[in-house]
């Protein structure tokens, strides 16, 4: 090694090696994700035969009608929600990206980002809140950055999920030790922003998920005898702020969803206590392929098949086996140093309050007769049909723990040999994971693509003429027939569409009064096309979720089929709330300016 090596001035030699270690860690894992996106046959996960299409359709609003809100689109279902879909992505990352890249390279760019927020979240999040070792924060970076969850997701297409990369940031933004009260604000008002993301970014069904997994890396801070006032009344503001901004679209969802309740799914669950710690640690520490056939047969009253990526939770058995070992060792320690104290009333509140969070998800996913029927007695809860995904409360603990753990090895030789081997047995379990269902999976990516290329070269004009379930693209040599939510390139609404508020099988969507052909074919005074404003706010417009446009609403409807926005009533609230949103998004904008200008004073003042 040089000896007169030399770091710049803005960054310690350790912080160049770390840099280093990031995009070597970087590198590998888009090295092993990259062959997916797409496959050998030009395919990628099942799910992005919902989200290109989707994308695709917020493109052609945005290009005639630029970031207002889009209400509704005529691309699938005959006409349906759009902005009230809580799975709906307009004003997220993805969206945006695909406004200026091909939808293949933003999976790709939206995988590089996720992971690089992991990494550096939980790095920071390590640091600065919880006061470990550079080695320690690393260590706990690695781990999360090549957890199964999110590269598994982003296999089969639930790019949605992406919101999960934000958690330890928001935990960092609200608990870290911000010494001005004005730093404290915006650090909450950006934490809300970022919960107010998952709303728009269709994080969905693991919203709540995701903000338990917040309150418990709080539960940890607090019990290790962090300043906890602080943290709740950040916690507060954005949480405040938070629901500001989602507002206009968590009362349309709220709508939209009031009309078409899920509650008929079954809830599945382990057979046993003793088979619901098993699957779900299966999850946790096995390849997801390998813990879908360890689990599966632990599991009951399972309506649908939970194929090996809702079994992707996994860090690596090495991690298991080192959190086993670390407790022991830590056990031992408390006892030979008398390190066990007695807990005041707010170490009790927050243990108790941890082991609360930590045993949902278990009884979440423990099935029997009496204990379901409670279950579907409550909100939300009621609708869910995969609660396995609850499992991701454990993973930020589990890694933040194993963390803790690894800081009361004081000798730095052993220290850093444990890091090393957990890091190589992770980096290596996560590379030679078997993955063949992911390479299976069928989605043909090239339709869109061809479309999305015609569209940026202005080879393709967007109209939806009319309604069917089959349609055939032609470009040059190339032909394919096209199903599903495809058809919207070819100016086809799809009747049979893939939208999950109508049911994984359509059970709640209604055909009646449709017919192949036309939107504009008039039959017994309707088109035949759906009014979606009646899905949302049928009181206001003097229809019935399902409802078709009538006759006399041509003008309306041809504004709807050409991408356009058309008249439509909603109800005072959601006017109101529209209006919230929007201030809180020019508050968030001027408040983030007024930051940036008082740094920028105190920067030009140091001169």
């Known amino acids: 090694m040089n000896n007169n090596f030399r770091s710049p001035t803005w960054l310690s030699k350790n912080q160049i090696y770390l840099l280093v270690y990031f995009f070597i860690s970087l590198g590998i894992i888009s090295n092993v994700m990259s062959p997916f996106f797409p496959n050998e046959h030009f395919a990628i996960g099942h799910d992005f ?5 989707g994308w695709l359709d917020g493109k ?21 929600p759009y902005f009230a879909d809580p799975q709906s992505t307009f004003y997220s990352l993805p969206q945006w990206l695909n406004f200026f890249m091909t939808p293949l390279n933003v ?18 999040l390590m640091r600065s809140v919880f006061k470990t070792a550079m080695s320690t924060a690393g260590f706990v970076a690695t781990i999360m950055m090549f957890n199964g969850f999110l590269p598994d997701r982003f296999l089969v297409g639930h790019l949605t999920f992406h919101g999960y990369a934000l958690i330890p940031w928001i935990a ?14 915006v650090a909450s008002l950006i934490a809300g922003a970022m919960i107010a993301y998952w709303t728009h970014s269709g994080l969905g069904s693991l919203l709540f998920a995701g903000y338990l997994s917040v309150l418990t890396i709080f539960f940890v801070y607090g019990i290790r005898g962090g300043a906890i006032p602080p943290v709740l009344v950040g916690g507060l503001i954005a949480s405040v702020f938070a629901g500001c901004l989602a507002l206009s679209k968590i009362l349309a969802a709220s709508a939209f969803l009031s009309s078409f309740s899920r509650t008929f799914y079954t809830l599945p669950g382990g057979k046993s206590i003793i088979d619901t710690i098993l699957m779900m640690g299966g999850g946790l520490f096995l390849p997801s392929q390998s813990a879908y056939f360890w689990g599966m047969p632990r599991i009951t009253n399972l309506q649908w098949a939970l194929d090996p990526h809702e079994w992707a939770y996994n860090f690596s058995a090495a991690i298991l086996i080192l959190g086993i070992g670390l407790m022991i060792f830590c056990t031992w320690q408390w006892k030979q140093r008398g390190w066990i104290r007695n807990h005041g009333p707010r170490e ?26 409670v279950l579907k007695t409550i909100p939300v809860v009621n609708s869910t049909s995969t609660p396995l995904r609850w ?43 078997p993955r063949s269902y992911y390479q299976s999976q069928g989605y043909d990516a090239r339709p869109l693509s061809i479309a999305d290329d015609f569209f940026n070269s202005g080879r393709f004009q967007p109209e939806i003429t009319t309604l069917g379930t089959t349609a055939v693209l032609k470009a040059g040599a190339y032909q394919a027939t096209l199903a599903g939510n495809d058809t919207m390139i070819a100016g086809v609404s799809q009747v049979f569409c893939y939208n999950p508020i109508f049911g994984y099988r359509l059970e709640k969507f209604s055909a009646a009064g449709l017919l192949e052909g036309s939107v504009l ?40 089929v050409h991408y356009q926005p058309f008249a439509f009533a909603m109800p005072t609230r959601q006017v109101i709330a529209n209006d919230i949103s929007f201030g809180a998004f020019c508050l968030l904008v001027l408040t983030l300016l007024a930051w940036a200008l008082l740094a920028l004073s105190r920067l030009i003042r140091k001169q």
């Open 49 to 53: 035969s919902s989200l290109f299409p």
């Open 107 to 124: 999976v790709f760019t939206m995988f590089v980002v996720s992971s690089s927020l992991v990494f550096w979240g939980y790095y920071f």
């Open 172 to 185: 960092f933004l609200l608990m870290a030790p911000f010494t001005k009260w004005f730093n404290r604000i």
């Open 521 to 560: 074919h008039v039959q017994d005074g309707h088109l035949n096309l759906k009014n979606p404003a009646c899905y949302v706010f049928p009181k206001e417009n003097g229809c019935q979720p399902g409802d078709l446009f009538r006759a006399d609403q041509i003008e309306e409807a041809t504004k709807f």
């Open 348 to 373: 009790v509140v927050l243990w108790s309050l941890l082991l609360l969070a930590m045993i949902w998800p278990l009884a979440f996913n423990y099935y029997s007769p009496g204990w379901n029927a």
């Open 391 to 433: 499992i991701i409360i454990y993973i930020p603990l589990i890694a933040i723990g194993v963390g803790l753990m690894l800081e009361r090895v004081d000798t730095p030789r052993y220290k850093h040999g444990i890091i090393g081997i957990a890091v190589l047995a992770t980096v290596g379990q996560f590379v030679v994971e």
């Open 60 to 80: 052609i609003w945005y290009s005639k009608n630029g970031v207002s809100i889009p209400w509704f689109t005529p691309s699938f279902c005959a006409g349906q």
